[in-house]
């Protein structure tokens, strides 16, 4: 039998405050981190799909992935030896509102190991069954939801997108009933169990659910937890002072301001930015109804919840993280007791985006020194794509086929296959790109650095058709989409002959189909 001794190191069960009751009975639970809860077992588990380079990162070897232990464990019927398995306790503000004690409702985090690389990464089954947190739901995960988190964790980490990871995708035999688009329309469908990795899955609502308390202690508890072991390279951070607290506000408004800079570069749209959903490392956490913009549109939202108030729509996404940076700004000023300088990190928030911001739609367009000067060159490029239904990722991508030395009276042939409405190619539209794309000819001098356009403009990107289509086979049973998809989205900037049906864009089908342009939080 191949060993499955893993080198388990548990730092969170052991030096945080633990729910003194055990087991999945709703309550609330107050002055704890956590509450011990164990996965319920799952009936016929299956093992779809597994991250060979996240095995890898954890130190598991496919001779351990590929035992029925290991699927056993990753389907949440066995508990290897060094696991202690929990679910986390958090709060957080929902499209605006505080909404009091969230928690860990479906997700049973295993443990921590030590990877061979000297880091912790926690391991963490979602839809593994009830918790203290599961409220009025099930605990589960359907099929669909859990084809779209593993696969979109995965190409997210290829196209360079800070993320938590995903190991393995386990179809559990048992069926889950969900209403789709929560209108009475109830239906069972198949159930599966994503393992997602990362460092840890703190959110800022770990820190604001002991805060609305006035629970000090377990605030001031976590908060030194986390940078100790997450933010050790931090002036004092093994007894963290005012100064240390601040130090470390301002790396997560550092690393939340990348991340924002990333998502809008390759067109992702998250769909449910609560605070409960956005982590203190700076990593895209919770994967639900999200999206990719296809036609350029910042006004877009893939959530039908959020389909009236559109607050988690494309264009707001650097907003909304700055509102839920506020917000753990407050949740952690008792540690400081000072607004000044929680402020004055906050502004480098807004600074660092928007420079960042700035210098990424530069690359995009191939040069690296982009200033105040070239905001006009990408507004107007901007109202270009929004006057026909424009491609972004295939519109993007091509320009660095452009060949500028030779512009004629017609858009290029390069960017043809970027309008969804050939109707509204008029004279008129291509006299309007063929203008803008002279000024950008004139600001990069004839010659844009096609290869770093090529490096941050991605060919291929999980589509909402796409994911729909794998799921579909899924569904029946073909697991060979998946893993082709999967295959693709490790090379998103490369160009791939022969894989140019997955860089295509949606097809006429998909327009109106739900899980493909419009998602419920329904998973
Ligand atoms: P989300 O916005 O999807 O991250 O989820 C918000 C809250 O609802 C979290 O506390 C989740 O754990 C919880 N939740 C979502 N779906 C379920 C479910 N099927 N069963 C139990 N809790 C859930
Ligand atoms: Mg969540």
């Not at 086979?473 to 894989?499: C, F, I, K, M, W």
Request: charged share 20%.
């Amino acid at each position: 039998m191949t060993d499955l001794a893993l080198p388990w190191d548990n730092t969170f069960t052991a030096e945080l405050p633990a729910d003194p009751i055990e087991g999945p009975s709703l309550r609330q639970v107050t002055a704890a981190a956590f509450s011990r809860v164990a996965p319920t077992g799952v009936a016929a588990p299956e093992m779809i799909a597994w991250a060979p380079e996240v095995a890898k990162l954890l130190g598991i070897s496919t001779q351990q992935m590929e035992t029925p232990e290991m699927l056993e464990a990753l389907a949440g019927n066995r508990e290897l030896p060094g696991m202690e398995t929990f679910a986390m306790n958090y709060g957080g503000h929902q499209f605006g509102n505080w909404a009091g004690q969230l928690g860990d409702g479906r997700a049973i985090a295993l443990g921590e190991l030590l990877t061979p690389d000297g880091s912790h990464q926690m391991l963490q089954l979602k839809g593994a069954g009830p918790t203290p947190y599961s409220r009025r739901a099930d605990g589960r995960a359907v099929l669909r939801s859990s084809v779209r988190e593993y696969l979109c964790s995965e190409a997210m980490h290829f196209l360079g997108v800070a993320t938590t990871r995903a190991l393995s995708l386990v179809r559990t035999g048992d069926d889950v009933v969900r209403d789709m688009f929560y209108d009475g329309n109830s239906a069972p469908e198949p159930g599966a169990i994503v393992c997602r990795v990362a460092p840890s899955f703190i959110r800022f609502g770990t820190f604001e659910l002991p805060a609305s308390r006035g629970d000090h202690d377990t605030l001031r508890a976590l908060a030194d937890y986390t940078i100790r072991h997450h933010f050790a390279d931090l002036p004092d951070a093994s007894a963290p002072t005012v100064e240390t607290y601040l130090a470390w506000f301002d790396r997560i408004c550092q690393t939340t301001a990348q991340l924002m800079i990333d998502w809008m570069r390759v067109g992702f749209v998250h769909g449910v930015m609560n605070t409960d959903n956005l982590s203190v490392h700076g990593v895209t956490i919770d994967y639900g109804p999200y999206g990719w913009l296809e036609d350029f549109d910042p006004g877009w939202t893939p959530n039908t919840t959020d389909a009236h108030m559109k607050r988690y729509q494309y264009g707001n996404q650097p907003g909304i993280a700055q509102w839920n940076l506020v917000r753990l700004a407050n949740a952690i000023y008792p540690l400081i007791e000072d607004v000044a300088p929680l402020q004055a990190t906050l502004d480098r928030f807004a600074d660092a985006f928007t420079d960042g911001n700035r210098q990424a739609w530069g690359q995009k367009l191939g040069f690296s020194d982009a200033s105040t000067d070239d905001d006009e060159l990408f507004e107007s490029l901007g109202q270009l794509l929004m006057a026909a239904e424009t491609d972004m990722p295939i519109f993007y991508r091509r320009l660095s086929q452009v060949d500028l030395g030779s512009l004629g009276e017609t858009i290029p042939a390069p960017l043809l296959d970027a309008y969804y409405q050939p109707d509204q190619v008029t004279p008129d539209l291509a006299g309007k790109v063929l203008g803008w794309l002279r000024q950008w000819a004139q600001r990069v001098d004839g010659s844009p650095d096609v290869e770093l356009m090529d490096s941050v403009n991605p060919k291929y990107v999980l589509r909402n058709y796409i994911a729909q289509i794998v799921i579909d086979a899924a569904t029946e049973g073909d697991y060979s989409v998946l893993a082709e998809v999967h295959n693709v989205l490790r090379d998103p900037y490369g160009e791939q002959p022969g894989n140019e049906r997955w860089a295509e864009r949606r097809p006429e089908w998909a327009r109106s189909r739900p899980g493909c342009s419009m998602l419920s939080c329904s998973s």
